[in-house]
C-alpha cells in the first residue's frame, strides 16, 4: 500500500503532537516519583476511564477480534466479554479499597498486607516478574501486531518497524511520565476510535462486500454471525463460552481484567482525587471497552471473510510477509490497504495510536515497579526523588528494547493471548480472597506464582500440542489453587499489627476479618471501622446490575446491525431499565 502526502501529513502530524504533549509536561513529570508515576494523585475520572480504554485498545486488539471471528465466529469473543465480570467486581468493590491503601503501586501493596521477610521477597521478586518478565510478553504481543500491520500496509520489514514503531512511544513516556501518558491517551483514543469505525464504514461499501445487507447474506459469513456458540459444538461452547465464565473471569490474572484490580488499572485508581473518582474511572473503562468499541472491529473481521476468505489467499496478496506471521490476525490490516487516500492516513494513525497507548502505559507502569517496590525498596532505599525519576526513565528505555526482541520472535495474536492467560491461571481467587480473608499471608501468594508459571512452562514448552487450551486452563487453575490453599494452612499467618493496621487504613470488613477484629478487642486495641456496614454484597449486586447493562447494550448493538430489531428492542430496554437500577444505589456503593 502506498501512501499519499495528506497520508503522510496525518500520521507525522499525530506523532508531532504525541511529542509535543510528552515535551510539554516533562518538567512536571520530573518533579518527583509521585508526579512521574501517579500524576501527584489528583486526576479526574474521565481522564483515567479514557486511559484505561485507549491502553486496551492495543494495535493487536483488532488483530486478536479479527483472528477469533474468522475462525470461531463473533461468539468467540466471549473468550475476552467474559473478563467484564471481573471488570465490574473492581468498580463496585476493589477500586475504593485500591484508593485508600495510598500505596504507589499494587506491588507496594505486598509490605502493607503481609509481614516479614516473606512479604519483602513477594515485593522484590513481583516487582521483576511482573514489571519486566510479564510486562514485556503483554508489550511484545502489541508489538508484534504493529509488526504485521507495517508490514501489510508499508511493506516494512519487522526490524524497521520496531526501530521506528518505538522511538516516538519512549521518548514521550520517558519525558512526560503519567500524565504525558494520560494526555496523550486521551488523544490516541479520539484517533483510534474515529479510525476504527471510518474504516469499518468505509470496507462495508466495497463491491465484493455489498454494504451491510450484502455481508450478512454472504454463505460463509451467516455462519459466523450468531453472538452465542452452536450448544451442538461441544468443543466451542466449553473452550468459548462455558471456560470464560465458569472458571477465566476469576481465576485468571490477565492485564486490565485482574481479578480484585491490578497492574495498570490499579495505577489509574491509585492516581484518581478520591475513592468517587476511582470508582468512576474503572467504570467508564468497562463500558466503554465491553460495549462502545468491539462492533467496529467485528464489521471489518466479517468483511475480511468475504475479501480474504482463506490464509493462501492472504499469502497471495501479500507474499512479502513472512511465514511465521501469517495468521489470520493478519486479516485486519490486510483489509487496511483497501482504504482510500487521507482514510488510509487517518486509519494508520490510529492503529500507531492504539500501539502508542499501549506500550506509553506499560512502560510507565512497568517502570514503576522496577523504580518504587525494587530499587526504592531493596537498592537504594534513601536515593533521591531526582535520582527515581532518571531511573523510571531508564528502565523505560530499557522495557522498550526487550518488548521490541520479543515481539520479533512471537508469530500470532491469539498465542500470545493463551501464553498471557496460561501465566496468570490460578492465581486470580486469591487477589479476589486477600482483601476479606485474614488467614492469606505471603508464602499463599508466593506458591500461586510459582506454580502458575511452572505449569504454564510445562504446557507451553513440554506438551504444547497435547491438549487444547481449556484443558490447559482448567488444569493450570486446579493445580495452582489446590497449592496456593494448602500452603495458606499449613505455613503462619501475618502478623497480628499488621493485619489491624491494614483493617484500620482499608476497611475491608465482612466475615473474613472477624477474627482480627475479635482479638484486637481482647486486647483493648479495637478496630474502629470493624463497626461500619460492610458493602460487599451491595457492591456485588452493582456488579451483575453493571454486567446485565452492558451486555444487554453489547448485544443490542449487534442486533441493530443485523437488523433484527425486536430483540434489538428488548435489550436496549434492559440496558436502560439497567443502567437507571445502577445510578440509583450508586452513593450508596460509594459511601465511606
Not at 147 to 167: D, F, H, N, R
Not at 361 to 384: A, C, I, M, Q
Not at 519 to 530: M, N, T
Not at 562 to 573: D, K, M, R, T, V
Amino acid at each position: 500500500m502506498t501512501l499519499d502526502a495528506i497520508d503522510w501529513l496525518i500520521v507525522i502530524g499525530f506523532f508531532i503532537a504525541a511529542l509535543i504533549i510528552g515535551i510539554a509536561v516533562a518538567r512536571r513529570a520530573g518533579k518527583s516519583s509521585s508526579e512521574f508515576f501517579l500524576s501527584g494523585r489528583h486526576m479526574p475520572w474521565w481522564l483515567l476511564g479514557i486511559s484505561m480504554v485507549a491502553t486496551t485498545f492495543s494495535a493487536g486488539t483488532p488483530n486478536f477480534v479479527a483472528d477469533i471471528v474468522r475462525q470461531k465466529g463473533v461468539a468467540g469473543n466471549w473468550m475476552w466479554w467474559a473478563f467484564l465480570l471481573t471488570g465490574m467486581m473492581t468498580v463496585f468493590i476493589y477500586a475504593k479499597l485500591w484508593r485508600r491503601s495510598g500505596v504507589m503501586t499494587d506491588i507496594e501493596f505486598y509490605e502493607l498486607r503481609y509481614s516479614g521477610r516473606p512479604a519483602a521477597f513477594l515485593r522484590g521478586f513481583r516487582s521483576l516478574y511482573l514489571g519486566v518478565l510479564f510486562n514485556i510478553v503483554v508489550m511484545a504481543s502489541a508489538t508484534m501486531a504493529a509488526i504485521k500491520i507495517a508490514g501489510v500496509m508499508l511493506g516494512v520489514t519487522p526490524m524497521e518497524t520496531v526501530v521506528v514503531a518505538g522511538v516516538v512511544t519512549v521518548i514521550y513516556s520517558m519525558l512526560g511520565g503519567l500524565t504525558g501518558v494520560l494526555l496523550t491517551d486521551f488523544l490516541l483514543f479520539a484517533i483510534s476510535m474515529g479510525g476504527a469505525i471510518a474504516a469499518a464504514v468505509f470496507l462495508l461499501d466495497l463491491q465484493p462486500v455489498g454494504g451491510l445487507s450484502g455481508l450478512l447474506s454472504h454463505e460463509v459469513v451467516q455462519t459466523k454471525l450468531s453472538m452465542f456458540p452452536d450448544f451442538n459444538d461441544t468443543d466451542l461452547l466449553v473452550s468459548v463460552f462455558i471456560i470464560p465464565l465458569a472458571v477465566q473471569w476469576w481465576s485468571v490474572w490477565y492485564p486490565g481484567a485482574e481479578p480484585g484490580g491490578g497492574g495498570y488499572v490499579a495505577q489509574r485508581m491509585l492516581a484518581a482525587k478520591n475513592e468517587a473518582h476511582a470508582t468512576g474511572a474503572t467504570l467508564l473503562f468497562n463500558v466503554a471497552h465491553y460495549a462502545l468499541r468491539p462492533w467496529p472491529w467485528i464489521i471489518v473481521a466479517l468483511c475480511s471473510i468475504v475479501i480474504f476468505p482463506d490464509l493462501e489467499s492472504l499469502r497471495v496478496k501479500f507474499p512479502h510477509v513472512p511465514s511465521n506471521v501469517m495468521k489470520h490476525d493478519l486479516a485486519y490490516p490486510a483489509m487496511m490497504t483497501l482504504l482510500p487516500s487521507g482514510l488510509r492516513g487517518l486509519v494508520l494513525a490510529s492503529l500507531a495510536a492504539a500501539y502508542m497507548s499501549t506500550l506509553s502505559t506499560h512502560l510507565n507502569w512497568g517502570s514503576s515497579y522496577v523504580v518504587n517496590d525494587f530499587y526504592k525498596r531493596f537498592v537504594r532505599p534513601h536515593s533521591s526523588e531526582k535520582e527515581l525519576v532518571l531511573v523510571g526513565r531508564l528502565s523505560t528505555l530499557l522495557l522498550m528494547l526487550l518488548a521490541s526482541v520479543v515481539g520479533l520472535w512471537l508469530s500470532n495474536a491469539l498465542q500470545a493471548f493463551h501464553i498471557i492467560l496460561q501465566i496468570g491461571a490460578g492465581t486470580g481467587l486469591l487477589f479476589i480472597l486477600r482483601w476479606f480473608w485474614w488467614r492469606i499471608n505471603a508464602f499463599s501468594e508466593i506458591a500461586a506464582m510459582v506454580v502458575s508459571f511452572a505449569v504454564a512452562v510445562y504446557f507451553e514448552f513440554f506438551c504444547p500440542t497435547k491438549f487444547d487450551a481449556s484443558i490447559k486452563i482448567v488444569t493450570a487453575v486446579g493445580v495452582t489453587t489446590l497449592t496456593w490453599v494448602l500452603v495458606t494452612f499449613l505455613t503462619r499467618a501475618t502478623n497480628e499489627q499488621t493485619l489491624r493496621r491494614f483493617c484500620r487504613l482499608v476497611h475491608p470488613g465482612g466475615p473474613g476479618w472477624e477474627a482480627v477484629v475479635r482479638r484486637a478487642r481482647a486486647d483493648d486495641d479495637p478496630i474502629p471501622s470493624a463497626d461500619e456496614p460492610w458493602s460487599v454484597p451491595l457492591g456485588i449486586l452493582c456488579m451483575f446490575v453493571g454486567c446485565l447493562a452492558v451486555y444487554s447494550a453489547l448485544f443490542a448493538t449487534g442486533y441493530w446491525i443485523y437488523g433484527n430489531y425486536l430483540p434489538a428492542i428488548f435489550l436496549s430496554a434492559v440496558a436502560v431499565v439497567s443502567a437507571v437500577v445502577l445510578v440509583k444505589t450508586w452513593s450508596r456503593v460509594n459511601a465511606p
